[in-house]
T-cell receptor, first 113, second 113 residues
């Protein structure tokens, strides 16, 4: 069955550094991969989407890479700020126009001043 | 504001009871998803509807059912409730035609006592 793995341990970094989060998947060949941010007790918020034929996508301080050979996506936040502290989720997106989204468990990021 | 409305925000009920959670998707979105998130757990995909029809099913218990109405709002029915059903239940909606982001509601927090 499809499996999505994200580092379950929290990532603690210093303000201003680059945070790098990993999403690995098995038994699946997604056409798209998405990243979401979730704050405690709130619904996830969409950040970035990357297609299988794209290697990299950027949005302001965010960068996502997608390696379909390694079955891995990396999510980078540059010049991190305490306000970036949250749980980050990756989600695999199916094809066919009916976007079944399966989420990883998420990685909690804590940015310290 | 994501444009997705979930009601109620909080629900406390006893074991063995039945509850209905309601979701109004973003205007124009045809896809509705339901997710369960238990304490400190990831988002578990329950079920997806597209324009009134069931499109994908996750690990949804037989005690749970859902439907999407002609006006596109959706309801998730949970019956014979158990303590372990206590969780945040999220609804999300998305557009059509391939890779699109999902917009999440603020969730319904269900507590079974």
């Amino acid at each position: 069955s499809q499996k999505i793995e994200q580092n379950s341990e929290a990532l603690n970094i210093q303000e201003g550094k680059t945070a790098t989060l990993t999403c690995n998947y098995t038994n699946y060949s997604p056409a798209y991969l998405q990243w979401y941010r979730q704050d405690p007790g709130r619904g996830p918020v969409f950040l970035l989407l990357i297609r299988e034929n794209e290697k990299e996508k950027r949005k302001e301080r965010l960068k996502v890479t997608f390696d379909t050979t390694l079955k891995q996506s990396l999510f980078h936040i540059t010049a991190s700020q305490p306000a970036d502290s949250a749980t980050y989720l990756c989600a695999l997106d199916g094809t066919g126009g009916y976007n079944k989204l399966i989420f990883g468990a998420g990685t909690r990021l804590a940015v310290h001043p | 504001d994501s444009g997705v409305t979930q009601t109620p925000k909080h629900l406390i009920t006893a074991t063995g009871q039945r509850v209905t959670l309601r979701c109004s998707p973003r205007s124009g979105d045809l896809s509705v998803y339901w997710y369960q998130q238990s304490l400190d757990q990831g988002l578990q995909f329950l079920i997806q509807y597209y324009n009134g029809e069931e499109r994908a099913k996750g690990n949804i218990l037989e005690r749970f059912s859902a439907q999407q109405f002609p006006d596109l709002h959706s309801e998730l029915n949970l019956s014979s409730l158990e303590l372990g059903d206590s969780a945040l239940y999220f609804c999300a909606s998305s557009g059509t035609g391939g890779a699109t982001e999902a917009f999440f509601g603020q969730g319904t927090r269900l507590t079974v006592v």
